[in-house]
Each structure stands twice: as C-alpha cells, then as structure tokens.
C-alpha cells in the first residue's frame, strides 16, 4: 500500500509541476493531492515535499491559512465545472448526472463559504505573521 501512495504522489506532484506552466490544469489541487499521498506513504517523502520550491510557491500559503485569491477559486472552479459537464452531457444515468450536480454544487459551496477569499499580498503577508 505504501507503494501505491507514493506512486499516486509522485503523479499528481508531475501534474501539479504541469499545471505551473499550463493554465489549463490547476495547480494547487493536484499538490494536494500530492501531499496527501506523501503523507500516507512515507515521512520522508512527505518531508522532502515539503521542502520543494513547488510546495513552498503553490501550497504553502494555503495549508496555513486555508485561504486563496479569487483568481486560484476561479481557475480551479472553472476546470472542474467544465469537466463535470462534460461527464453531465455525456452520462445517460438520471441518478449519475443528479450526482454530478451535487458534487458541483458543494463545490461551489465550499469555496465560496469554506474557503477564504484575499488578495494576493493578504496571503503573503499571513504566512509571515505565522512564521
């Protein structure tokens, strides 16, 4: 199982480091992920993530005050929206796309309720403040 995890780190860490240069893929939830799967996997994977530029430029801002700017909340919103639905438009199950809208209308409430929103210089100045 260990294995696993760090195998499925290691992926979402390339599709984390992909979505940097492609503003189609959103980055910060794929090094979620990644951390994630790290943490479960090993310590010292976990560690050494921690420690990358990637981490500390992408995530490190939003793990410690569970905060993102508006345009991190819409990038990510509109990936994920867009590819619901088109698993929506292409299902043919009434029950499968009745999911497909709740998990989309969770979505959206926890980023509009759950997570905080900040400009860009807020979430650095935060991350000082803790430190």
């Not at 560690?47 to 995530?59: D, I, P, S």
């Not at 569970?66 to 990936?79: C, F, P, V, W, Y």
């Amino acid at each position: 199982m260990k294995y696993l995890y760090l195998t499925l780190g290691f992926l979402f860490l390339g599709l984390g480091a992909i979505g940097v240069f492609l503003p189609v893929l959103p980055t910060t939830p794929f090094l979620l992920l990644a951390s994630f799967f790290f943490s479960k996997g090993s310590d010292r994977f976990h560690r050494w993530f921690r420690g990358t530029k990637l981490y500390r430029e992408h995530l490190e801002e939003f793990i410690h005050s569970r905060s993102m700017t508006l345009r991190g909340k819409l990038g990510i919103l509109a990936l994920a929206t867009s590819m619901l639905a088109i698993a929506f438009i292409v299902m043919n199950s009434w029950i499968g796309r009745g999911c497909i809208l709740l998990l989309i209308s969770f979505m959206y409430y926890y980023f509009i309720f759950r997570i905080k929103t900040v400009r860009g210089s807020e979430t650095t100045a935060s991350v000082e403040e803790i430190k």
